[in-house]
């Protein structure tokens, strides 16, 4: 869901749900931070009746039932949720007929129930919630009534079960695979009620798809293109919005594309540092900061950005290649290497730390004959990994960079997957020859990080 796009979805239930019992199920990527962005919302037409689950403005997470305007029930976390390189599984317990006041509204994330709240309102025994009501539009990803706070990164799972009250682990568990990491399970055997919906997202023809066999749900400004591999069950990497302070880039498309600052030199780097094995992602430039001298700069980084004119190779643990001749950088100085690259190229990043080696390649064709460049372990570099970079070399206009760490945000005019099967590529990651030999590169996600300890 980018919010630049407007993308939502919405349909209205033919049968209301029950008003004093639901559950609401979301796994949840955050994209942009500090602004109000709905996961699942049901209002009508003046916004008098408003009920939701959102992020605020302050990153805290909210869910509130608000009715004829006036606040029935509100929860606000005290915990700030800002992590952009991490999936949240969020459930909201709306139960206002139970005996005990403080359990008629509950919300669980990463499976442990939140009991530290800023605003705590318990509503009174057998309150109604007008969620679901059948002239009241769900919404997934904004508010309706005046078509604002739209979601921004990517929403996996939405289960919403009508007339009952479940806990999260109903939707999650730990397992002795996975004893401390909360992940997804199945609920096909769950009571979703006469209303309640579960969307997956998995036919991409049809994303608003109710597996349970309701009513399916309209999508806006969503496209087939919109469905990532990035999920709780195997996490992408993406590139990292909080590491942006001397290039304050805009960040969009699920912080996989980015324009870079037009007056600073520095750089944007990647969400998942590597440590070991072998790895790859292309980039697509979309725009040069410089027709004629074709300014990008991409590569890798063992530190995070330290100035505005910290550009990309100034430092002996940061390497790029630069797109107005090919040249390589390294330690505050280049050496040739490539070739030049523009608009509309892709080119492809391939990080080898069994070997210490780095490759680069130009719409599939590796440069330098396949010979690599020498780089220091990553157990040398400042942050003791290295990331995936790009970045602009020009202080005088800015370029706009795609990445693809496996996940793409765009048409690719033939897939490839990495030897593993993960990952969706224009070029395959293992064709070429590196150094006179053959390598197997991988998409940066969690599952191949578990099999080669990157």
């Not at 599984?89 to 939140?114: C, F, K, P």
């Not at 027709?291 to 430092?315: F, H, N, P, V, W």
């Not at 945000?409 to 395959?428: K, T």
């Amino acid at each position: 869901f980018n919010d630049d796009d407007s993308a939502y979805m919405h349909k209205t239930c033919s049968s209301a749900f029950d008003t004093d019992r639901f559950t609401i199920s979301v796994w949840c990527k955050r994209g942009a931070l500090g602004i109000e962005t709905r996961l699942v919302s049901c209002d009508n037409a003046d916004g008098s009746d408003d009920d939701f689950l959102k992020f605020d403005a302050n990153d805290n997470i909210e869910f509130t039932i608000y009715g004829s305007s006036s606040i029935v029930g509100r929860l606000i976390t005290n915990a700030k949720y800002r992590d952009v390189s991490a999936w949240y599984h969020i459930v909201a317990v709306w139960d206002s007929a139970n005996g005990t006041a403080g359990n008629r509204m509950r919300l669980y994330v990463n499976g442990t129930e939140v009991t530290s709240f800023s605003t705590d309102t318990n509503p009174s025994s057998g309150a109604n919630a007008t969620f679901g009501n059948t002239s009241h539009p769900i919404e997934i990803g904004r508010r309706g009534s005046n078509g604002t706070q739209y979601f921004d990164g990517y929403i996996a799972e939405v289960a919403v079960c009508d007339g009952q009250a479940y806990a999260a682990s109903d939707f999650g568990e730990f397992d002795e695979d996975s004893p401390t990491i909360w992940k997804p399970k199945n609920v096909s055997g769950l009571t979703f009620g006469t209303s309640g919906f579960y969307l997956d997202f998995e036919d991409s023809s049809n994303l608003g798809n109710d597996k349970n066999g309701g009513t399916d749900f309209t999508e806006v400004n969503l496209a087939a293109t919109d469905q990532s591999s990035d999920s709780p069950t195997n996490n992408f990497c993406t590139l990292n919005s909080l590491d942006s302070y001397w290039e304050s880039s805009t960040f969009s498309e699920g912080n996989l594309k980015i324009v870079t600052e037009s007056t600073d030199y520095s750089y944007n780097t990647s969400t998942i540092g590597l440590t070991a094995g072998k790895w790859y992602c292309e980039v697509y430039i979309e725009t040069t900061p410089h027709s004629s001298t074709k300014d990008s700069m991409l590569g890798i980084a063992g530190r995070m950005t330290e100035a505005s004119q910290g550009y990309l190779g100034l430092y002996a643990d940061t390497y790029g290649i630069y797109g107005g001749g090919g040249q390589f950088y390294n330690n505050g100085s280049y050496s040739s290497y490539g070739v030049s690259h523009t608009t509309g190229d892709i080119i492809g990043i391939y990080l080898d730390l069994d070997n210490n080696k780095l490759y680069f390649a130009k719409n599939g064709t590796i440069m330098n004959s396949g010979t690599g460049k020498s780089i220091s372990a990553a157990s040398a570099t400042t942050a003791g990994a290295y990331f995936m970079v790009a970045a602009d070399f020009y202080n005088g206009a800015s370029g706009t960079y795609r990445m693809n760490f496996g996940n793409p945000i765009y048409s690719l005019s033939s897939a490839n997957a990495d030897a593993n099967g993960y990952g969706q590529f224009e070029y395959d990651p293992s064709s070429g020859t590196f150094d006179g030999s053959s390598k197997d590169f991988y998409a940066i996600c969690t599952k191949n990080l578990a099999e080669f300890g990157g």
